[in-house]
């Protein structure tokens, strides 16, 4: 079965930069292909939302637009990895951050079949 693991979270000031990553263990291309990866997260008391995606399909890409200019999605075939880079953090930006996949498109945070534990984010002023 798919599983994945999230690292890379913790505590950073404004201004900062963190990367976060994404294993993936457990499937088989043919079995258990992901069309799509995302990153996602919730803070105290909001809702879950995404923040970046990646269609593997093309390599297309996805921001919020809290994201849009300051977090970078990309992925490392070789080793089953998905990474978030994040600059320029501000203290909005504190969260769970969680990685997730969807096997087959359309991609959507509803759809998602597989979550990460997750990976705590804190940004101080």
């Known amino acids: 079965q798919v599983q994945l693991v999230e690292s890379g979270g913790g505590s950073v000031q404004a201004g900062g930069s963190l990367i976060l990553s994404c294993a993936a263990s457990?499937?088989?291309?043919?079995?258990?292909?992901?069309?799509?990866m995302g990153w996602f997260r919730q803070a105290p008391g909001k809702e879950r939302e995404e923040v970046a995606g990646?269609?593997?399909?093309?390599?297309?890409?996805y921001y919020s637009d809290s994201a849009k200019g300051r977090f970078t999605i990309s992925q490392d075939n070789a080793k089953n990895t998905l990474y978030l880079q994040m600059n320029s953090l501000k203290p909005e930006d504190t969260a769970m951050y969680y990685c997730?996949?969807?096997?087959?498109?359309?991609?959507?945070?509803?759809?998602?079949?597989?979550w990460g534990q997750g990976t705590q984010v804190t940004v101080s002023s």
């Open positions: 997730g996949g969807v096997p087959e498109p359309p991609c959507s945070m509803a759809r998602i079949r597989y």
């Open positions: 457990g499937y088989t291309y043919s079995t258990d292909y992901l069309g799509c």
């Open positions: 990646f269609y593997t399909g093309d390599g297309s890409t």
